[in-house]
C-alpha cells in the first residue's frame, strides 16, 4: 500500500482466496493490528469474496508494515485451510524534508591555517525510508557572512568543513557564519530541503609581536629605598587581548648587573613595572641606564608571507637623589675565625665602617647592642675585636662553633648603620688520644687483639692515630699491625710464657698529641677466656711465683701422690707371668686370629671425641665394655692421667718373667675425668671455628689399620710357641701393646 494514498477509500489493496472453495461454501476473515488491533478498522476484509479494503491513509514512519493472519471457514465452521499470515508493506513517500542535528553548529580554528584543514562536519538526517532517494542527501553553501572571498568549502555528501582561504587573519576577521543547505533526492532541484547555521571561529595565533608605546622613559628615586615602583611601561599587542598571544612579558636585559632592579607584569593592565629591589648609591652612580625587552608568553608564529620581526626594546633612564645617610661597613657581613682556647684578650679582626659622603672613617664609634653571646668586644674608636673569654666548642652556648653578632656604627650626627660579625670556632688540638679499652685476656690461639683509640677533638686533630710500644724489652716480643684509622692489632711476636702482660702504648693523634696507655694482656693457658684464672705478671720479663702458686703446686703434688696410691690398691701387687688374665682381655679386646677387616660401628652409643694433634686419643663406651685407644701425640694420655707409666713387654721380661701385674683395666671414673674436659674443649672449638675444621675428626673407623709397624703383620702372634724374638713388640706404637700382650697368651 502506498503512503498517504489518496483513496477513494475504501481502497481495495488484495485478495485472499483458498483452493478449496471449488468444493466448500468458503467464509474469510482476518485479525491483527489494524483491524482488531491497533489501529483498529484500517483494514478490513469481505466476508464472501476474501477482497482486502484499506479505509483511509497510512504514514509510513509511523507504520512501516501491518502482518495479520487470514482465515478460510466452511458454513459449519470447518476449517479446510491452515490460517495464512499475510504482510502489508506500506510503500515510502518522499514526504519528509531532511532537518540538521544542531540548531547551530560551531567550530573554531586557528588563523593562517593552510588550506584543506579540516574546520568540522554538519550532521542531517530524514525520517523517510533509509538507503533510498528520500533519504540520499546532498550539503552545500548557501552563503557566507560576511559576505568576503569565501573562506570555507563544504563536501556535499559527508558535510566536511575545510579552510579554502589560503590565509586567515584574526585581527581582520574572526568569525563567520554559513548558511547551509541539506536537500534529498539526492540534491535534485525537486528534492525536498532544509539550511542551518555553522559559526567557525577564528583562533588567535602569536603572529603579531607586542612593542612599546615609548622608545625612551627616565624616572627618579632616592638612594638606599628598597622595594618601590619607580615606573610603569606599557606596549601594543594587535593579538587577541587577554590571551596568552597578547599577554606581555618583561625583562632587563641591559644595566642590571648588580641585581639592583626588577620588571614584573601587571596582569589586569598588561603594563611593566619597574622597581628598585637593592638600594643605589648616589656616591657610586648619579645615573643608571637600563635596556627592557617585551616578548610575550606565548611563542611566536609568522604569518605566511610575513618576514620575521625584531624583539620591541626601550630604554629607562633612572636619576638617583642623594641623601644623607649614615656609616655603611664594608663588608655587611664579617667572618672572623678564632682558634679554640685562645687566651682572653686575642685580637681576631677589625671592623670597620665608611661614611658614604666623605669615604672614610673619621668620626665614627662601634658599640655591640646587649643581648647577645658575649664572645668579643669591640674597641669604640678604632673597631678592633677582641675575645673576652676562652671559647672552648664543649662548653654551653658554644657548641655549635659559632655566632652571629650585630655591630653598630655612629657618626656624628647620629646617624647608625649595622653590621654582623660571624664568629667561627675553629677545632684546636686539646685531648689525648686514649685507647677505650686496656683489659684484656689472650688464650693460648694467641688471637690478636684489636686495640682502639678515641680523641675528643675534630679532624684534622684525631684521627688517624700512630701507635707505638714504649718499652723495650716488650717491643721484642709484642708487635703491633695496623688495621685501620682508629685501630691497630697487638700480638705476641713468637712463643712467650703465660702470664700477664703490662704493656705501655703511646697513642699520637693527626696533631701530634701523644697519650699515654697501658694495656694488660692476660696470656692465659686456656681456649676461653672464661677458662682463665689466676695469671701470672710477666711485664717485667722475669717469671716469679707467688705464695699461691707454691702453695698450689705443693697440694697437686700430694693429690697426684693419692692418686697413685689409690691406683696401686686397686690393681693388687701380687706377682705374675707375662700371660694376660683372661678378665683382663675380656674387659679390653677380644682375642681373635683373622685380621679381616672389622664391621663398622654404627651404634648410637658411642661418643664421638675429636683427634686432634694435640690431644691424646677418644674413648668408645658400648654396652657394658669399655674400650680405650690410645693415640699419639703431644698432649696427656689416660695413662699420665692415673699418674703411672705405661709398661712394656720389655719391662716384663727384665723381671724375669715376674712383674706386677699390668694396668689392663680403667674405672669409669678415670675415663671420666680423662675424657670430660677435652670433650667440653673440642665442642667449644667446633663453635669457634667456621671452617668446621674440628668437626672432620670425631670418631675413628675401626676397619681400617692405620699405617703399618716395622715389625709387619702381627698376626704371627697366634703361632709362636717360643717366647722369644718379641724385642720388637716393645717398639710397638701405644694402641698395639694390649693387642701384642694378649697375643703371647698361652
Not at 433 to 439: F, V
Amino acid at each position: 500500500m502506498i503512503e498517504n494514498s489518496l483513496g477513494p477509500f475504501p481502497l481495495q489493496i488484495q485478495q485472499v482466496q483458498s483452493d478449496t472453495a471449488q468444493n466448500y461454501t468458503i467464509y474469510y476473515s482476518a485479525s491483527g493490528p489494524g483491524i482488531d488491533q491497533d489501529p483498529k478498522g484500517l483494514f478490513y476484509i469481505e466476508r464472501e469474496t476474501g477482497n482486502i479494503f484499506a479505509t483511509r491513509a497510512v504514514d509510513r514512519e509511523q507504520y512501516p508494515s501491518f502482518q495479520i493472519i487470514c482465515f478460510a471457514t466452511t458454513p459449519d465452521g470447518y476449517s479446510p485451510e491452515v490460517p495464512l499470515v499475510h504482510t502489508i508493506r506500506i510503500e515510502d513517500d518522499n514526504d519528509n524534508a531532511p532537518y540538521f542535528t544542531q540548531d547551530l553548529f560551531e567550530f573554531s580554528v586557528p588563523e593562517n591555517s593552510k588550506p584543506g584543514v579540516v574546520v568540522g562536519k554538519v550532521t542531517a538526517e530524514d525520517r523517510d525510508e533509509p538507503y533510498t532517494l528520500h533519504t540520499t542527501l546532498k550539503y552545500r553553501i548557501v552563503s557566507q557572512n560576511p559576505p568576503v572571498t569565501p573562506a570555507f568549502s563544504l563536501h556535499s555528501d559527508t558535510g566536511l568543513i575545510a579552510v579554502l582561504l589560503p590565509q586567515l587573519d584574526r585581527e581582520l576577521v574572526s568569525s563567520y557564519t554559513l548558511l547551509v543547505e541539506a536537500r534529498d533526492m539526492a540534491g535534485q532541484p525537486f528534492g525536498l530541503c532544509t539550511t542551518g547555521t555553522a559559526v567557525i571561529r577564528i583562533e588567535d595565533t602569536n603572529d603579531n609581536a607586542p612593542s612599546f608605546k615609548q622608545i625612551q622613559y627616565e624616572t627618579r628615586v632616592e638612594e638606599n629605598r628598597v622595594n618601590v615602583e619607580i615606573l610603569r611601561v606599557s606596549v601594543v599587542d594587535l593579538d587577541e587581548p587577554g590571551s596568552p598571544s597578547s599577554g606581555a612579558v618583561y625583562e632587563i636585559i641591559r644595566g642590571n648587573d648588580d641585581r639592583s632592579f626588577e620588571i614584573t607584569t601587571d596582569k589586569n593592565t598588561n603594563e611593566g613595572v619597574l622597581c628598585v629591589v637593592k638600594g643605589l648609591d648616589y656616591e657610586s652612580a648619579k645615573q643608571r641606564i637600563l635596556v627592557i625587552a617585551v616578548n610575550n608568553e606565548a611563542p611566536y608564529m609568522l604569518a605566511p608571507h610575513s618576514q620575521q620581526l625584531s624583539q620591541s626594546t626601550s630604554s629607562v633612564t633612572v636619576h638617583v637623589l642623594d641623601v644623607d645617610e649614615g656609616p655603611v661597613f664594608k663588608p655587611c657581613r664579617l667572618r672572623l675565625d678564632v682558634k679554640e682556647c685562645e687566651e682572653i684578650g686575642t685580637s681576631i679582626g677589625r671592623y670597620l665602617a665608611e661614611d658614604p659622603e666623605t669615604g672614610n672613617s673619621e668620626g665614627i664609634s662601634y658599640r655591640i647592642p646587649p643581648d647577645q653571646c658575649n664572645w668579643i668586644s669591640i674597641d669604640e674608636r678604632s673597631g678592633e675585636v677582641r675575645t673576652i673569654k676562652v671559647l672552648d666548642r664543649d662548653v654551653g652556648e658554644m657548641r655549635r662553633g659559632q655566632c652571629n653578632i650585630t655591630v653598630l656604627a655612629i657618626d656624628r650626627n647620629g646617624k647608625t648603620g649595622t653590621g654582623t660579625i660571624q664568629v667561627f670556632i675553629q677545632p684546636g688540638n686539646k685531648n689525648y688520644p686514649r685507647i677505650t679499652k686496656t683489659d684484656y685476656i689472650m688464650c693460648r690461639d694467641r688471637k690478636p687483639i684489636c686495640l682502639t683509640a678515641q680523641d675528643g677533638d675534630e679532624s684534622p686533630y684525631s684521627a688517624p692515630f700512630v701507635y707505638r710500644i714504649t718499652d723495650r724489652s716488650l717491643a721484642s716480643s709484642w708487635k703491633i699491625t695496623r688495621h685501620n684509622d682508629n685501630s691497630v692489632y697487638l700480638s705476641p711476636k713468637g712463643d712467650i710464657p703465660f702470664g700477664v702482660y703490662n704493656i705501655p702504648v703511646s697513642v699520637i693523634d693527626n696533631g701530634g698529641k701523644v697519650g699515654e696507655n697501658h694495656v694488660t694482656v692476660n696470656l692465659c693457658d686456656c681456649v676461653t677466656p672464661s677458662e682463665c684464672s689466676g695469671p701470672r705478671d710477666l711485664s717485667g720479663g722475669n717469671v716469679t711465683l707467688g705464695v699461691w702458686a707454691i702453695l698450689a703446686m705443693i697440694l697437686g703434688s700430694l693429690l697426684l701422690l693419692l692418686i697413685l696410691i689409690t691406683i696401686c690398691g686397686c690393681c693388687g701387687s701380687g706377682v705374675m707371668h707375662r700371660h694376660v688374665t683372661d678378665d683382663c682381655a675380656n674387659h679390653n679386646l677380644i682375642i681373635s686370629n683373622t685380621e679381616a677387616p672389622g664391621e663398622e660401628v654404627m651404634d648410637h652409643n658411642i661418643i664421638p671425641l675429636q683427634n686432634t694433634s694435640d690431644q691424646g686419643g677418644y674413648g668408645i663406651k658400648t654396652g657394658d665394655q669399655q674400650t680405650f685407644e690410645m693415640v699419639k701425640g703431644r698432649g696427656h694420655t689416660l695413662e699420665s692421667v692415673k699418674g703411672g707409666g705405661h709398661q712394656t713387654l720389655g719391662s716384663v721380661k727384665e723381671g724375669g718373667g715376674q712383674a706386677v701385674m699390668d694396668t689392663c683395666r680403667y674405672s669409669y671414673s678415670e675415663w671420666h675425668n680423662f675424657t670430660h674436659p677435652r670433650l667440653g674443649e673440642k665442642v667449644h672449638l667446633c663453635r669457634q671455628d667456621e671452617e668446621q675444621k674440628h668437626s672432620e675428626d670425631y670418631l675413628l673407623s675401626y676397619n681400617y689399620e692405620g699405617k703399618g709397624s716395622l715389625a709387619g703383620s702381627v698376626g704371627c702372634c697366634s703361632d709362636q710357641h717360643e717366647e722369644e724374638a718379641l724385642d720388637f713388640l716393645d717398639q710397638l706404637e701405644p694402641k698395639f701393646r694390649t693387642l701384642a700382650e694378649t697375643c703371647v697368651k698361652r
